[in-house]
């Protein structure tokens, strides 16, 4: 059956998801639109949908490649990809290898120190509360998910940053720290959203410059240019 976008379900910061002509597909598109701060930031990254559409694709087919469950089924153009229909579970999960951002400030580490090992967060995925830290007792009491769901969260957040930063590290970029979404998918828990510039920070292993939405956060310029070079050096690809 081929698959057909029909109608718009929702629209969100970064994406538009539409139904399908199959119940278990959903057909999404990426916007140029760019915030930060939990909204109170707004603007627009050049060619943002596509850049991130692409590598967000590549990553997915990477880690599909390496065992880790995704919604990603196939990219139809440069803005759109067509994903399974997830149940979102409202847990956004952190890893972080080196301090920066909110951790920095959180417990006083320099930007840029390399963590002895891996940390792993938890956030309530809210906008209205600010996606605030919680940790397992809370998710169980809010019941966002199940210890058995939770487990498999981290379990899959630390194998994706294992094989991530292997990845990365011949394409010379440090994975400082990345937000994954995890969706409930036929009984399963799969890895859910995007893998992208605004989902991760990313850092020139020589230089330490900057190649992710922190650009955009800082006022740091050149914003496009390196969600580009990502692109460019997971996939040799230019736009």
């Known amino acids: 059956m081929d698959i057909e976008k029909l109608e718009q379900m929702y629209e969100g910061k970064a994406k538009k998801v539409f139904r ?46 390496k065992g880790v469950q995704t919604h990603f089924v196939k990219q139809v153009n440069d803005r759109e990809q067509i994903v399974r229909a997830v149940k979102i579970i409202m847990v956004e999960v952190v890893v972080r290898n080196i301090a920066a951002g909110s951790l920095s400030k959180r417990i006083g580490l320099p930007e840029g120190t390399m963590l002895p090992r ?62 994954l979404e995890f969706g409930v998918y036929k009984g399963e828990v799969i890895l859910a959203d995007e893998i992208s510039p605004d989902t991760c920070r990313f850092w020139d292993i020589e230089t330490k410059e900057k190649l992710d939405k922190d650009r955009f956060r800082r006022d740091l310029g050149n914003v496009e240019e390196a969600y580009r070079e990502v692109l460019k050096r997971l996939t040799g690809e230019t736009i």
């Open 20 to 65: 399908t002509n199959d119940p278990d597909l959903c057909w999404i598109e990426y916007k140029d639109d760019a915030t930060a701060f939990d909204g109170k930031k707004k603007g627009t990254i050049g060619n943002k949908g596509i850049l991130n559409n692409r590598i967000s694709a590549h990553f997915f087919n990477l880690l599909e490649s």
């Open 118 to 179: 891996s940390v792993l967060e938890f956030y309530y995925k809210d906008d209205a509360l600010g996606d605030p830290l919680i940790n397992d007792y809370h998710i169980q009491a809010l019941d966002l998910a199940t210890p058995e769901q939770i487990k498999v969260m981290s379990e899959t957040a630390l194998k994706v940053n294992e094989i991530l930063r292997d990845y990365l590290r011949d394409k010379k970029i440090d994975l400082i720290d990345f937000k």
